[in-house]
């Protein structure tokens, strides 16, 4: 989460780095222990570096890694600025902050002096205070640096002071009983348990602007084990509680809850994952919670559990199966069949593929809304949310799924458009809608039950056109699907380039899909907007392009 910057935490060694972005060139040097980053006008001479400014926090160490730096000067000794590349761990490359978030098009920096101490610090550490001093300026403390013990079981003095009593351990260990001088999620109610990682994983506001100014010159008052984060709400687009507050909400940022929300109220970034659990159907039992599928403590910590635990988001053993599901609809595993219209054991009878969907973008990638739904046509003509079946079925209309839902499930179909009747649902996301959008699109036409489910050979042009799609994150997300097509593995691309170079890559992938990887036996059907000899349907396609939403989307985590 955040780590100081000491060169054994460093995800690349970044001696001798030199990176140009927005036309200022940057020098990266290493001095002892420390990384010192200078920069100047791009092309300028060498004499017009700025003087070097350490890099002294890190956040991010399995996708990203970002940079901090201090800021030079006496009276922000605590206020950080940041080094504008993060390097993507997977893919070993540097890329400018902006093209590593899914924001418009654009020069703008996605993090500016003292943001960090504004708004990372919030949730990045264990008990922040960012006490503000005045003009962009900071004396920011906190408990510890990355998410603590603190964070979870609240202070521990109490705890340390008498279980230094064998006999009061002893005890405990025979009885059986809580140690009531420690909060433990484990033995909390659902809603409890999950506020715990609400207080983070959540889209919240202040109370008034009072607690803003208590948090930030004391920090919050939560503790593990309490009922409310206190000086916070948590947002819920379709709540009725705090109206008062959702009025300010609103007057000070009007397109909060759209850069957040889908029209419908599901969460669209990843990160606040409390907002979705609280809007699911099995939290209002109580006894759900986010321990029912996570654990944080494996019981087993060798290198390769571990490494397993960590790629999994942390499910507890089993709960990546149906079994997660089952713990509870017990009744449902004897027809799980007659449930699901799909065969046992295949993708289309996953618990999570029908009611967790990857309908939430972050990380470069699309993520499982957290929030448990049942699938449905409704929410993807009238609020753009992408259904779960046609994220598997990409190459069938919305008409297709609606008859299957009302055949099935007694669903009543929404009223649809001539589209919605002859289109891929897939193509029209991928083409109209907007970034993220065509993200989820771009990143489920990568996935092996889509690819199953809806077939590969259509998918090759969509995914080379988009590799000179306007946002970064998109060009990423095309990107890694088409390496997942065969004759596309390990394919180079660099996603960071500028346009010409991205239409110049386009037009390389694509011959190379013509000349070298289709199949002129190959037939397309007209519903995925392609010729029978996988030509683009030019009138169609243009005209659905022509749709394509212009608004303006910031989903940053």
């Known amino acids: 989460m955040t780590q100081v910057a000491v060169p054994a935490n460093f995800a690349s060694d970044l001696d001798g780095l030199e990176l140009t972005h927005n ?21 300028a001479a060498p004499t017009f570096f700025s003087p070097p400014h350490e890099i002294v926090l890190l956040t991010g160490s399995h996708n990203l890694q970002i940079y901090w730096t201090e800021t030079g000067e006496a009276r922000e000794g605590r206020t950080l600025g940041q080094f504008p590349f993060a390097y993507v761990i997977a893919e070993k490359k540097w890329a400018p902050m902006a093209q590593t978030f899914l924001v418009p098009p654009g020069p703008q920096p996605v993090y500016s002096k003292g943001d960090w101490n504004n708004g990372c610090i919030n949730c990045h550490v264990t008990q922040a205070r960012p006490r503000f001093v005045g003009e962009s300026t900071f004396d920011s403390q906190v408990g510890e640096f990355g998410i603590a013990c603190e964070a979870c079981h609240s202070g521990g003095r109490r705890h340390i002071m008498e279980n230094r009593s064998p006999v009061r351990r002893f005890a405990l260990h025979l009885l059986g009983g809580p140690d009531r001088t420690i909060a433990n999620p484990a ?14 994983h959540s889209i919240w506001a202040f109370n008034n602007a009072a607690a803003s100014v208590t948090w930030d010159q004391h920090g919050g008052s939560y503790r593990p084990g309490g009922q409310q984060l206190d000086l916070r709400w948590v947002v819920q687009p379709n709540g009725q509680d705090h109206p008062r507050e959702r009025e300010e909400l609103h007057q000070t940022d009007p397109h909060f809850m759209r850069d957040h929300f889908w029209g419908d109220g599901m969460v669209r970034m990843t990160g606040r994952e409390l907002n979705a ?24 910590t060798d290198a390769p559990t571990l490494q397993a635990w960590r790629t999994t988001q942390q499910l507890a053993p089993d709960r990546e199966s149906n079994q997660a599901c089952l713990q509870c609809h017990q009744a449902l595993q004897a027809k799980l069949t007659a449930h699901t219209h799909h065969a046992v054991g295949s993708t289309g009878s996953s618990c999570y593929n029908c009611h967790m969907p990857h309908t939430t973008y972050g990380l470069l990638r699309a993520i499982r809304s957290h929030q448990i739904s049942s699938p449905n046509v409704r929410a993807s003509t009238a609020f753009g949310r992408p259904n779960a079946c046609n994220l598997c079925h990409l190459d069938q209309p919305l008409a297709w799924t609606a008859a299957k839902l009302s055949e099935w499930y007694g669903q009543t179909s929404p009223a649809l458009t001539p589209d919605d009747h002859a289109l891929s649902a897939g193509v029209q996301w991928l083409l109209q809608g907007d970034a993220g959008q065509r993200m989820l699109v771009a990143w489920s036409m990568g996935w092996a039950p889509a690819q199953h489910a809806s077939g590969r050979d259509w998918l090759y042009p969509y995914l080379i056109f988009e590799l000179n799609d306007p946002y970064a994150a998109v060009r990423f997300g095309a990107w890694k699907a088409l390496q997942t097509l065969p004759g596309f593995s390990g394919y180079a691309y660099d996603y960071t380039a500028d346009d010409a170079q991205q239409k110049q890559a386009l037009a390389l992938a694509y011959q190379k899909w013509w000349q070298e990887v289709r199949n002129p036996g190959s037939t397309y059907r007209a519903q995925t907007l392609l010729l029978p000899t996988g030509l683009f349907q030019p009138d169609n396609f243009e005209r659905l392009l022509d749709q394509r939403s212009s608004r303006k989307v910031f989903l940053v985590e």
């Open 277 to 300: 659990v609280m809007a699911s159907p099995c939290f209002k039992g109580g006894r759900f919670s986010c321990l029912s599928c996570h654990e944080m403590h494996p019981a087993q």
């Open 23 to 43: 036309r200022v060139d940057y020098q990266v040097a290493r001095q002892g222990n420390a990384y010192f980053v200078r920069s100047k006008p791009q092309g």
């Open 187 to 200: 033995r909390m109610d659902g809603p409890t348990a999950s506020l715990v990682c609400g207080q983070c």
